[in-house]
């Protein structure tokens, strides 16, 4: 996820221990040579250092022990599927300007390198302040004449920039450079990539989802046995009465981590557990509908947690909750699927072969259902005023690719694949302890649709939330508050009127993966 936490993004807030390079995921080298088509090297050369030995850390490959044979499918990794000699004879000695928190400007210079040489493109970097990335690319686009060509940005702002018309279409690149979508799960491609049934904008690049990790010594001291993954949390009342237990069980180890603060942090947790309550945000209308009994459920759910987590949470986004999760202060944890990834890493975590991440606790309500949540995570977009949006896209499609993105995942840096052969891959699965679960619920994921104001939205809501978190207000106050606000910032970008970006029917497929599916419980 690159969205900013009090200025700083995941990304540069791990740099200190993130391989620099490639493994960022994402970059350009400011100085790197503009080739001749001629001069080029040999693409199978520049491809074969794209590999385990040259870009995943050399203590993760020694810890793990981990061969030289890739993370990913070959077959599937659009970087050996391509034609370069073909992309060169349309693209060599082109530009291409890339949009990037500024944060991110050093350890990116690095990773465009093999781009370049592959297709002959030269990569200029755009640094924008990562604390104020998205007013000034807003500002840029109403401008007419940004700056960049391609960005990555925090996906729940996808509608506020394709809405507007400041995205490229990327259907026919998708097409004409045979871009496997299909290897992408469907919530991301339909929440990071489509928007509405208005085409391809964007190509998934961070996918996140969260999950719930659990401390193997702790839990297995309170119920006695080994852990299992779907049955020994199998509700959230279960989680309830497990983390008070744990509460008690080591002073300086709460029962529960929690990302409850002001705005979309809370949003993200009240949604996670909302999801598995049978919470839809909208009707078929557009209407929000979560201030019903699922909604207040699922606050509650929050509520009692609370009581056993640590000192705080109400003040927690991800980093608090992260350093707390890492530093062996928690025994168990709500947060992203990379807390279970870096908790492998002794170079970050205290907890080493203590933990384990389990399916989605289910909820005992009418209407619940199992539906894991896909929340926040980025994408990888090309301006609409592009000079070069074709040699864009194919740089996005480079920084994406099943190779790179598993690889990052084996860095354990925070940037997360997406791709159904990565995460179904064994050598992968062995340096990421989440990835089988992870697989397995992608297939069921929950996710709020990127139309435009979502991210305004879930800020709003999410201080609702967090008055009540705090007891200034009841759950259902706040919901129903929430829902006001909500449709306020509908209104304004035109929902409720004859100038709706799209029907509800156009999202609603990504709104639950699951939908239809039978259960796998």
Not at 63 to 70: I, K, R, T, V, W
Not at 391 to 403: H, K, N, P, R
Not at 417 to 441: H, I
Request: glycine share 8%; with cysteine.
């Amino acid at each position: 996820m690159r969205v900013n936490i009090n200025g700083t993004t995941r990304r540069s807030f791990l740099k200190s221990s993130v391989a620099a390079g490639l493994a960022t995921g994402v970059g350009t080298s400011l100085a790197a040579p503009v080739f001749a088509q001629s001069s080029l090297p040999d693409p199978a050369t520049v491809l074969a250092d794209i590999s385990v030995p040259k870009y995943v850390r050399e203590d993760y490959r020694k810890l793990y022990a981990m061969s030289d044979e890739p993370l990913w499918d070959p077959k599937k990794d659009w970087i050996r599927t391509v034609d370069w000699e073909a992309v060169r004879a349309e693209q060599a000695g082109k530009t291409v300007r890339f949009a990037i928190g500024a944060a991110d400007q050093e350890s990116a210079a690095e990773g465009l390198v093999p781009f370049e040489k592959l297709s002959g493109i030269k990569v200029e970097l755009v640094p924008i302040p990562d604390d104020s990335f998205y007013d000034k690319a807003i500002a840029e686009f109403i401008s007419g004449n940004a700056s960049f060509d391609a960005l990555q940005f925090f996906s729940p702002w996808l509608g506020d920039f394709a809405a507007p018309g400041f995205l490229a279409r990327l259907d026919d690149y998708a097409e004409k450079w045979k871009l496997p979508l299909d290897d992408f799960y469907d919530t991301y491609r339909l929440n990071y990539g489509q928007f509405g049934d208005k085409g391809l904008y964007g190509i998934p690049f961070d996918c996140d989802i969260q999950m719930v990790h659990l401390r193997k010594g702790y839990v297995e001291q309170v119920t006695g046995g080994p852990i299992d993954k779907w049955k020994t949390v199998e509700t959230y009342d279960d989680l309830i009465r497990l983390s008070g237990e744990l509460n008690k069980i080591e002073p300086g180890v709460a029962g529960v981590g929690l990302m409850a603060a002001r705005g979309f942090w809370s949003t993200y947790t009240w949604e996670h557990i909302a999801a598995q309550c049978g919470v839809d945000l909208f009707d078929g209308e557009w209407n929000p509908i979560f201030n019903n009994d699922a909604g207040i459920k699922a606050l509650e759910i929050i509520l009692d947690l609370q009581k056993n987590a640590a000192q705080g949470v109400a003040g927690w986004g991800w980093p608090e909750n992260r350093a707390a999760w890492l530093g062996g202060q928690l025994a168990t944890n709500i947060s992203w699927q990379d807390s279970g990834t870096q908790a492998m890493r002794p170079d970050q975590s205290q907890i080493v072969d203590d933990f384990v991440t389990i399916y989605e606790p289910r909820v005992n309500i009418e209407g619940a259902r199992f539906a894991p949540p896909n929340i926040a995570g980025s994408t990888s977009c090309v301006a609409a005023t592009s000079q070069n949006p074709e040699g864009a896209f194919l740089m996005l499609a480079f920084l994406t690719t099943a190779s790179i993105m598993s690889m990052n995942e084996a860095n354990a840096n925070g940037v997360a694949p997406g791709y159904k052969s990565v995460l179904s891959n064994e050598r992968l699965r062995a340096v990421s302890q989440p990835a089988e679960v992870w697989a397995d619920s992608l297939d069921y994921a929950w996710c709020a649709p990127r139309i435009p104001g979502m991210f305004e939205m879930e800020q709003a809501l999410g201080n609702e939330i967090n008055r009540a978190i705090v007891g200034q207000i009841p759950a259902k106050e706040a919901l129903d508050n929430g829902a006001s606000a909500w449709r306020s910032i509908m209104k304004k970008n035109g929902f409720f009127s004859s100038r709706e970006p799209f029907a509800y029917s156009a999202v609603e497929a990504g709104t639950w993966a699951g939908r239809g599916k039978p259960s796998p419980i």
